[in-house]
């Protein structure tokens, strides 16, 4: 990283990011992404996201800095203090992070892939239970699970939408999945698992056409699946940077004394 690195300013279109963008933006000489070696991100952790999946669809990645103008933003930055954006980014800590990549088959043969940042979710689209097979590495180790749907979560994402369903808090650096199962009918005491992030799973749909199945990417939704392959895409680490003492393997940690 540069001595004095290129910062580019992206804000999220609500009023809060927009106002805080006008008013830092005098405050430093920025560049566009494409020039910048670091981006500061105003907004919430959906803007991040958004960010961050662009960075990778284009192929661009560079660390990322968030200020949040949002609701929880666990991904970001308080974004009142009185030091220099600069100076913050500089001393700010760097926390890496490994994407999911999906990849996903239609019953009419189309194939979707998508990145996942927190994690990718398998949802049942009508009344009807989800009935899904479930392989690890080629090998089956559940031939039917009966729920509402089932979700692999990234350690940066199991605070989420993995932890509303009950599934495992897992600290960054740990290089494990979360697979969780959402509302499970059959087998009714199972779960999940914790799995190294070497590891493929494949879900597959069985009796598609009866009990239809969404998957869920991060915020990338593909309809009528009848196959989604799952892994952890380590050579594309993701970069975010954290203020001293407020990095998100602490808030990760802080998460499981919660009551």
Known sequence: MPESPRLALLASPTDRAQEAEAALMASHDWVSLEEADIAVVLGGDGFMLQTLHH????????????????????????????????????????????????????????????WAINEVSLLRETRQTAKLEVSVNGKVRMPELSCDGVLVATPAGSTAYNLSANGPILPLGSSMLALTPI?????????????????????????????????????????????????????????????????????????????
């Open 55 to 114: 960075m990778l669809d284009t192929g661009r990645v560079i660390p990322a800095y968030g200020l949040n103008l949002g609701t929880v933003g666990f991904l970001m930055n308080r974004q009142k203090a009185t030091r220099p954006i600069a100076e913050r980014v500089a001393k700010a800590r760097s926390v890496a992070v490994a994407p999911l990549w999906m990849e996903a088959t239609t019953h009419s043969g189309e194939q979707f892939s998508s």
């Open 183 to 259: 509302s499970p009918f059959r087998p009714r005491r199972w779960r999940g698992a914790i799995l190294p992030d070497s590891c493929e799973i494949l879900f597959r749909s069985l009796e598609a056409k009866k009990r239809p199945v969404s998957v869920v990417a991060d915020q990338k939704e593909v309809r009528d699946i009848c196959e989604v392959r799952v892994s952890a895409a380590r050579e594309s680490r993701l970069t975010l940077l954290f203020d001293k003492g407020k990095s998100l393997d602490e808030r990760i940690f802080a998460e499981q004394f919660l009551v």
